[in-house]
């Protein structure tokens, strides 16, 4: 079992930025990969990036790339996600997952259970 506990979420203004956080515990050894998703008010929860564990590679959705920068602290088991020029059309929730060896990268093995991310304009 894998506990993921996300923060850093609030209001900001447009054009901001800010850094959400994810705590990994439990049974990380299985863990390969960690990435964060996000769904809008009235739409279907999607794939935002993702990082690889040991190595640190990183995808992103073409829709966040050059604002988005996932990082980790492999010390600290915890996983980042920086948001730069923030917009009103970023204001979701974001989720932490993890991705477990059994699954692969066909679905998250594991969720957190959000952050709330609101952008004014």
């Known amino acids: 079992q894998v506990q993921l506990v996300e923060s850093g979420g609030g209001l900001v203004q447009s054009g901001g930025s800010l850094r959400l956080s994810c705590a990994a515990s439990?049974?990380?050894?299985?863990?390969?990969?960690m990435g964060w998703f996000r769904q809008a008010p009235g739409k279907e929860r999607e794939f935002v990036a993702r990082?690889?564990?040991?190595?640190?590679?990183?995808y992103y959705a073409d829709s966040v790339k050059g604002r988005f920068t996932c990082s980790r602290d492999n010390a600290k088991n915890t996983v980042y996600l920086r948001i730069d020029s923030l917009k009103p059309e970023d204001t979701a929730v974001y989720y932490c997952?993890?991705?477990?060896?059994?699954?692969?990268?066909?679905?998250?093995?594991?969720w957190g259970q959000g952050t709330q991310v609101t952008v004014s304009s």
């Open positions: 439990g049974r990380t050894f299985s863990v390969y990969a």
């Open positions: 990082i690889n564990w040991s190595g640190g590679s990183t």
């Open positions: 997952v993890a991705y477990n060896s059994a699954q692969g990268l066909s679905a998250p093995g594991y």
